[in-house]
């Protein structure tokens, strides 16, 4: 059997042409100021708008969302992004993990995070109470789980920093172990990425020595992270075999001074005897077509001795 997921990440939808004074008396003043000078610029409607036409084309029983919907974080961009998200598809087929411009700033959580509950729940959940509720999240889809972390949190100024904190590292193991017992493909989703020394200090996820042991001792298949936007692949030796790390660019950016232009990567996965066999397809934006484009493809075999027993 072969299944079907994707990846998009740091849309950046909102618009913040509608924004009052009053909503800029904290670190969104900051955000606002980024926005208007670089950010309306570089993250697109109409990048989305080719976005959307592409993702209806493809086949897809998971669509994964690694965080930054909005700029900073204001109720108004929630109710944006949640119309976005509607538009997209059901909840169920849908799944995201907030970014750190998505929880700049604390904020009232049924003002924000509660117009997108739906899409962070795990199957058959509802959280009512707050964000960290909700994750890990767990979906499971075939033969594929879909393990979903939050590190948004609030931090001041000039800080882009991420934290999981003790509760989401002291429930993941759990979730590991049990998906790689029932022999189930896991796939992690966060927004920042979880590997040490890959990002700027003021960037990096304060707690990725943590989680980057749990991945070693607990193993995975493959983990997508968002933030930079910039396209890396990397790999990280775990007990259980070599785990792809992969993280992709803005799903909206034009790519002007130098940035990556928006892209996304659509996942095959397929039981081979010992081992699992993923196909990556990345779908790139074509400004001279407006549309989205193949721009390269990889295929790894993944080996784990559990697929044997």
């Known amino acids: 059997m072969r299944q079907y997921f994707a990846q998009v990440?740091?849309?950046?939808?909102?618009?913040?042409?509608?924004v009052r004074a009053r909503d800029l008396l904290n670190k969104r003043a900051l955000g606002y100021l980024s926005w208007r000078r670089k950010r309306r610029f570089e993250h697109r409607p109409e990048v989305l708008a080719a976005l959307a036409r592409d993702l209806a084309d493809r086949e897809l029983e998971q669509l994964l969302v690694t965080g930054d919907l909005t700029h900073i974080g204001l109720p108004d961009e929630f109710e944006?992004?949640?119309q976005w998200l509607h538009a997209l598809g059901d909840p169920a087929a849908v799944a995201l993990v907030p970014g750190n411009h998505d929880a700049c700033v604390a904020a009232p959580w049924q003002d924000t995070f509660a117009l997108w509950q739906d899409y962070m729940a795990s199957d058959g959940a509802r959280s009512t109470s707050g964000v960290a509720a909700d994750f890990p999240s767990l979906r499971v889809r075939g033969e594929i789980a879909f393990i979903g972390l939050s590190t948004g949190c609030p931090t001041p100024?000039?800080?882009a920093t991420g934290t999981l904190g003790e509760q989401q590292l002291s429930r993941l193991p759990?979730?590991?172990?049990?998906a790689s017992e029932r022999g189930l493909f896991r796939v992690v989703y966060l927004h920042h990425c979880p590997l040490v020394g890959k990002e700027k200090w003021r960037k990096r996820l304060t707690d990725a020595a943590q989680i980057q042991a749990l991945l070693e001792e607990y193993g995975a298949e493959l983990v997508l992270h968002g933030h930079g936007h910039r396209a890396h692949?990397?790999?990280l030796q775990t007990r259980h075999g070599t785990v792809p790390v992969i993280a992709v660019p803005s799903a909206s950016a034009l790519g002007l001074h130098g940035a990556d232009v928006a892209q996304y990567n659509r996942y095959e996965v397929a039981r081979r005897e010992g081992s699992w066999e993923?196909?990556?397809?990345?779908?790139?934006y074509q400004p001279e077509t407006g549309d989205f484009g193949e721009a390269g493809s990889r295929?790894?075999?993944?080996?784990?001795?559990?697929?044997?027993?």
């Open 233 to 235: 692949f990397n790999e």
């Open 299 to 309: 295929t790894l075999l993944l080996h784990r001795n559990q697929l044997n027993s």
């Open 278 to 284: 993923l196909r990556i397809d990345a779908r790139r």
């Open 157 to 159: 100024p000039l800080m």
């Open 9 to 18: 990440s740091d849309p950046h939808l909102s618009s913040l042409a509608a």
């Open 80 to 82: 944006q992004a949640r």
């Open 174 to 178: 759990a979730l590991l172990r049990d």
